[in-house]
């Protein structure tokens, strides 16, 4: 869908004219989950993530969990970007984020937390030096996310050397205390980063407007007229904030 931000807010020099031409669209086709594992395969190959598989391609187990969002980012009809958002409650906790930092989130979640958790965030290696401004129209979708499910926290699980990006964009600070090995990346590890949303949701506005989202867009992003079916459902929380979360989730508002 076409995003539905402000259209004159400038973001960098050529960010409202890129913002124009952008679809955000969720990869559910056979067609479209092939494009975008292809994508991820040649973006990590490049950046020395992994090692050359004869697959060509990269997916994971969480690309199907019914909390999981796997989005596109098409600039002109082409897919040039690409981000997978996960919703962690204290009932939905299917992430690899979880899993590497299970210690310092999961009693958060046990205390009824809500995460909106963006991972696999990739772009073409041969389009996205075009598009500057890309990652920052990427990263807007966990933004949006944190909007629609009034989440508490919004998390990044990175690459060390990516952490000034979510310090600038979103005022993240990092809260592992120190770097972990990721699953299939050999060579390099990640920190745990968050921000919390309330009260830093104002400044990142008033810094990057081009942030803001529309209730429509939210819904047409966010609720699947189709639930997804998991091999076992978590049993929903009773409490009305999560019960609400969990019920967008599964699309079923």
Not at 83 to 101: A, D, G, P
Request: proline fraction near 8%.
């Amino acid at each position: 869908m076409k995003s539905g931000a402000e259209p004159n807010t400038a973001l960098l020099p050529r960010g409202a004219a890129l913002f124009d031409r952008i679809d955000y669209r969720l990869i559910e086709t056979p067609e479209d989950k092939d494009n975008l594992y292809l994508m991820r395969y040649r973006a990590y190959l490049q950046a020395g993530l992994i090692e050359p598989s004869p697959s060509l391609r990269v997916s994971d187990r969480f690309d199907e969990t019914p909390n999981t969002w796997n989005f596109g980012v098409y600039v002109d009809g082409e897919l040039c970007s690409s981000v997978r958002i996960h919703l962690l409650t204290s009932e939905w906790r299917m992430s690899y984020t979880t899993e590497v930092f299970g210690d310092i989130l999961h009693p958060r979640l046990d205390r009824g937390e809500v995460f909106v958790d963006p991972c696999r965030l990739v772009a073409d290696p041969d389009k996205h030096h075009r598009f500057p401004e890309l990652p920052y129209l990427t990263v807007r979708l966990a933004f949006v996310a944190c909007d629609h499910f009034n989440a508490d926290t919004g998390l990044a699980m990175i690459r060390t050397d990516h952490q000034a990006f979510y310090r600038r964009i979103f005022l993240h600070e990092t809260i592992s205390p120190e770097p972990r090995g990721f699953p299939g990346w050999p060579t390099k590890k990640a920190v745990l980063m968050a921000t919390d949303v309330r009260r830093q949701r104002d400044k990142v506005l008033a810094r990057f407007p081009i942030m803001r989202s529309s209730a429509f867009e939210r819904r047409m992003l966010f609720e699947r007229s189709i639930p997804r079916q998991a091999a076992t459902r978590p049993i929903l929380l009773t409490t009305p904030r999560t019960l609400d979360v969990a019920s967008q989730a599964l699309g079923s508002v």
